[in-house]
């Protein structure tokens, strides 16, 4: 039986204010960084990361990181010399299920963690051992390619686990993370405010882009 989750007043403050706040500091890819950082106010977290991943050419597009890593690139080899060999990173490649929020506990152990060359080689250097995972479709910015998807990180050290009531608050906001994620892409591409079903249209006919 799953214990239920409860969300305080002040979280749905939060929440309100993270769907319907205005935000002008845009990125040239991502989110806006003032989303980024209310996130993190709502669920903590010692690291928050925002990535455009493209598994089947092994290749990140943009990396948003709060707080900043200047190693992200020396890191990247690493990241994808371990990747297909982690359950808990590849469950959106193996299942197609963009919707579910998970923790890397939902696969492990944390025995079973720490023996995965992903933690040993990429993420205990750092000191993280727990993650919320929420995986959202690429944008309609460009044209994207089967594999490409964006993911948003949420990391703890050592430490109490995210809990039920994080995933439940992440998954609320799925819908709104998306639309502003596609807000963004539009608004950098100065796009038209196209319907979702006309985006597609466009990218199977080969102009739905803002970049060659």
């Not at 051992?129 to 594999?147: C, D, T």
């Not at 009531?165 to 998306?178: F, I, K, M, Y």
């Amino acid at each position: 039986m799953v214990a239920p989750v409860t969300v305080r007043e002040k979280d749905l403050h939060t929440l309100l204010g993270i769907v319907n706040g205005h935000r002008e500091d845009l990125p040239p890819d991502g989110l806006p960084w003032s989303l980024l950082h209310d996130l993190m106010g709502l669920i903590r977290c010692d690291v928050v990361s925002f990535t455009g991943v493209d598994t089947t050419r092994q290749a990140i597009w943009f990396d948003q990181e709060i707080p900043t890593d200047e190693t992200a690139e020396e890191d990247a080899a690493a990241f994808w010399a371990n990747y297909w060999d982690c359950d808990g990173f590849t469950y959106a490649d193996r299942t197609g299920d963009l919707r579910s929020v998970i923790k890397i506990s939902d696969f492990y152990s944390v025995r079973q963690w720490h023996s995965t060359g992903l933690y040993t080689d990429y993420f205990g250097p750092y000191g993280i051992e727990h993650l919320l995972v929420l995986v959202l479709p690429a944008g309609p910015g460009q044209v994207r390619q089967p594999g490409q998807t964006v993911r948003l990180k949420l990391q703890r050290g050592p430490g109490p686990d995210f809990s039920e009531r994080d995933r439940a608050l992440l998954a609320l906001l799925r819908p709104h993370l998306h639309q502003a994620y596609l807000d963004a892409e539009r608004r950098r591409c100065g796009a038209p405010p196209l319907t979702l079903r006309h985006w597609e249209l466009l990218r199977r006919s080969g102009i739905g882009s803002c970049s060659a």
